[in-house]
């Protein structure tokens, strides 16, 4: 992310709460480590260590996830660049056509329907002592 993108992402991010002991990693690095994640599709485990512990970044990124943060973000960003004319909304019908498998149509549901075995097989022979006990 450039200074200049993080300037105007900077200001739109929660505070932190809790003063404390100095972070280790930057929110700047760890930001950067989501958006290394999300872009590329690997798993956190394997986010490269210059972004911080994937731990940290993971626990970051589901928290502002479950308290609104990412959508709050994503609203003014998106709003910012609809007043600077920067977004254009095109209107896109999509006409695609949804099939069926050739195998779901023209299926008996109920008919004449041939088995392949009498309706009243013979029982099935017992296997252990006590099943031939609970027979008797």
């Given at each position: 992310?450039?200074?200049e993108q993080w300037a ?116 099935s022979p017992t296997t ?9």
């Amino acid at each position: 992310m450039t200074d200049e993108q993080w300037a105007v992402l900077e200001p739109l991010l929660p505070k932190g709460k809790k003063p404390g002991r100095p972070r280790t990693w930057t929110r700047r690095q760890l930001i950067d480590g989501i958006r290394f994640r999300v872009r590329t599709g690997i798993p956190w485990r394997d986010m490269p260590e210059e972004y911080g512990p994937w731990g940290r970044a993971y626990d970051l990124f589901r928290r502002w996830q479950r308290n609104g943060t990412w959508q709050y973000v994503f609203t003014l960003l998106q709003a910012r660049a609809d007043a600077k004319g920067l977004i254009t909304w095109d209107l896109n019908v999509d006409s695609t056509v949804c099939r069926a498998h050739q195998h779901a149509a023209g299926a008996r549901k109920r008919g004449n329907c041939k088995r392949s075995r009498p309706a009243a097989a013979p029982p099935s022979p017992t296997t252990t002592a006590s099943d031939a006990r609970a027979a008797a």
